[in-house]
């Protein structure tokens, strides 16, 4: 099943649920509280399993505000201690939804590619690998030619000379913090996140030009440094981190170039592992 299926089937479970609750309302004293209440978390998951985190914030926040406009300004039948209850309550909830659905959205996302295609998954960070990122490359050059729609690619490299004095396994451990919990963590949803090779990672900016990119890119670059600086890594060398950041069509040979050696390394590496 893809990403997208599973966000239509959960959007659809959840719409159901909530068409059941305004039903089941009917009768209450407060009834436009409840309504925009129950309309407002399907408001919030789709805002979390379509735009991941901050997807889920922002509809929280909005949730929260509409909610707060319909319970305290059609209470005059309610005493206000119990809207209030109510509205914490409900708040709550809103919270809770937004939270899973955000963290479905930065999970799943990659789980549900390596289960139809192992090939196409980093074994240890679980983002998407070379020969994956040179699909998506591919896809939103495609999109670009029928929509106009251009995308940035940033890349992450860590100095391997900096890592090399750790043992292996303290090595593929931070290798996987930084993929999966530093990078993932700290780029939208729609954003597109893989590990090419060693200490490499790359991450696909969908409708977003180089200055977007940039400005995206400091902000995971000092996320980067925070994570080595707390793992006693020189933080302060500027050799520690390179990144690289190109748009298209801006960059358009580059972009191109750069997906067929994508696929080109990925098969040989997978030869390398089957000698």
């Known amino acids: 099943m893809k990403y997208s299926r599973f966000e239509l089937l959960a959007m659809v479970v959840g719409v159901c649920a909530v068409v059941g609750t305004i039903a089941a309302t009917v009768s209450s004293t407060n009834r436009a509280a409840d309504i925009v209440g129950q309309a407002m978390i399907v408001l919030v998951l789709f805002g979390g399993l379509h735009y991941g985190r901050k997807g889920a914030a922002i509809s929280f926040v909005v949730a929260t505000g ?17 809207v209030v209850q109510l509205f914490i309550l409900r708040v709550v909830v809103f919270a809770l939804v937004a939270f899973v659905a955000g963290e479905l959205n930065v999970r799943l996302k990659y789980l549900f590619i390596k289960l ?4 196409y998954v980093d ?6 690998n070379a020969k994956y990122l040179a699909k998506l490359i591919e896809k939103y050059i495609s999109e670009f030619d029928r929509y106009g729609s251009k ?3 940033s890349s992450f490299t860590v100095n391997d000379t900096f890592l090399s004095p750790m043992k292996k396994k303290a090595r593929q451990k931070l290798i996987k913090d930084l993929g999966n919990s530093v990078i993932r963590g700290n780029i939208r949803g729609a954003d597109e996140a893989a590990r090419l090779a060693g200490t490499t ?3 696909l900016f969908p409708n977003t030009n180089h200055d977007g990119a940039t ?13 080595l600086d707390r793992h006693g890594l020189d933080t ?33 590496d ?6």
């Open 66 to 82: 509409a909610y707060a406009i319909a319970a305290f300004g059609f209470s005059s039948q309610i005493d206000t201690g119990t």
């Open 116 to 119: 139809e295609h192992h090939d």
């Open 123 to 128: 074994d240890i960070t679980s983002l998407y």
């Open 151 to 153: 995308f940035s690619l």
């Open 201 to 203: 990672f790359t991450v």
């Open 215 to 227: 400005c995206a890119s400091l902000r995971v670059k000092s996320k980067i440094a925070n994570f």
């Open 236 to 268: 302060d060398d500027e050799g520690l981190i390179k990144t690289e950041i190109v748009e298209y069509p801006r960059d358009k040979d580059a972009i191109e170039d750069m997906a067929v050696n994508l696929q080109d390394n990925h098969v040989k």
């Open 270 to 275: 997978r030869t390398r592992s089957n000698n």
